[in-house]
């Protein structure tokens, strides 16, 4: 059996070489390197994927937070709503904006945020008076879709805005429908190791509404005019290079054929370990991209350690929810978040990418269940 990688950028690229070579090649020639017409390709093509009417191709996921809240004219004084285990950049686009970070409570069955404490704590927010509640943010771990309708739900009645962070979950879906259009507004990453992932840094952005997707083209082109020539708006260099985009436009040809083979080591693992070992499981007609694959275990550190002398390397995200770090426990509920606490220290995900065989996988679940 060949070695087991966690992640495997090498197999797809081995397997996409000629296509990427020919594709940068064609950049290099037309040397238009901004906003050269593999941009409006990748853009083209991610509606069609995701059956969004517009998608504005970004920087970054990051900046795909930031764009998505700038538009909206989220800053000072605004409440956003994130659930409190992420990654820390929804946190930081929060700050970013000027905005305040209200963290809210996930749900140990999905790993997304909770509706329920959602509820509550814009409640709290109002009851308090100090700040406008403006947006929910809806992360998508591990690539299940959070539960986008009752987001939706909650968001009518209070007057917010919903935007998806679905860096982890793009060609995740709930009923069919496809991430990317399943909420007001949605961001995601092609940081390399995600399920779509470029040579580098990029993202993207999804709504049907086309004065919203207006906005974002003229906050990533520094805030200008169609023109470019008069700045209408604060905005910023937030655009993707024409040679990221000509990488993606080849990745995506066999993605779907990826997301697949994702689906398929999912299932083999869920299949083997279902009854003996917890994890976050796709309910109500979700289903997960499988940006991750993730369990519950206690002792998580000697398991880990044991599954690596077994060649099986394992990895956590993330030890610590977002309200216990540094920069952002000034934002930190007084009582806490006890399932992000209770996760933090438990989670820890498998290997996962498109590449493993069926070997690989009964070998991994063979030394986990072996080191319980
Ligand atoms: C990766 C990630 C981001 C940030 O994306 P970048 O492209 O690295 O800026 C944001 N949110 C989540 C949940 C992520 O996993």
């Known amino acids: 059996m060949t070695p087991i990688q966690f992640f495997d950028l090498k197999s797809q690229g081995r397997r996409l070489r000629a296509d990427i070579d020919r594709r940068i090649a064609a950049v290099l020639d037309h040397g238009a390197y901004i906003g050269g017409p593999e941009v409006g ?133 709930d009923k069919g429908r496809k991430v990317g259009a399943l909420t007001d507004l949605t961001a995601t990453s092609f940081y390399p190791t995600k399920t779509l992932g470029g040579y580098g840094d990029g993202g993207a952005m999804f709504t049907d509404d086309a004065a919203r997707a207006n906005r974002w083209r003229s906050i990533r082109w520094h805030g200008t005019d169609d023109a470019r020539k008069e700045s209408v708006r604060v905005g910023l260099n937030g655009r993707l290079d024409s040679l990221q985009c000509a990488i993606l436009l080849a990745k995506l040809e066999i993605f779907a054929e990826e997301l697949a083979a994702r689906r398929r080591a999912a299932a083999f693992y869920t299949r083997r370990l279902e009854g003996r070992v917890a994890m976050p499981r796709e309910q109500g007609g979700k289903h997960s991209a499988f940006g991750l694959f993730t369990v519950y275990v206690e002792n998580r550190d000697s398991v880990a350690a044991a599954l690596k002398d077994k060649g099986v390397p394992t990895a956590i995200y993330y030890n610590k929810a977002l309200h216990r770090h540094l920069a952002f426990a000034p934002f930190a509920p007084k009582d806490g978040l006890p399932q992000c606490e209770w996760l933090q220290d438990r989670v820890l995900s498998l290997p996962m990418h498109p590449y493993l065989t069926e070997d690989q996988i009964a070998h991994v679940v063979e030394s986990l269940l072996a080191v319980l």
């Open 41 to 173: 390709g990748l853009e083209q093509a991610l509606c069609q994927f995701t059956g969004a009417k517009e998608c504005v191709a970004v920087a970054s996921g990051t900046d795909s937070l930031i764009i998505g809240m700038m538009g909206e004219d989220i800053g000072v004084g605004d409440a956003v709503f994130i659930p409190g285990f992420t990654y820390n950049a929804t946190a930081n686009a929060v700050l970013i904006t000027g905005a305040t970070p209200i963290f809210v409570d996930v749900e140990r069955e999905t790993c997304n945020i909770d509706p329920g404490h959602l509820e509550r704590q814009i409640k709290a927010v109002k009851a308090q008076g100090k700040l406008r509640p403006r947006m929910i943010v809806g992360v998508d771990l591990y690539g299940l879709p959070a539960d986008y309708e009752a987001l939706n739900a909650i968001a009518r009645n209070h007057g917010l805005i919903v935007m998806a962070d679905a860096a982890q979950s793009l060609g995740g879906e």
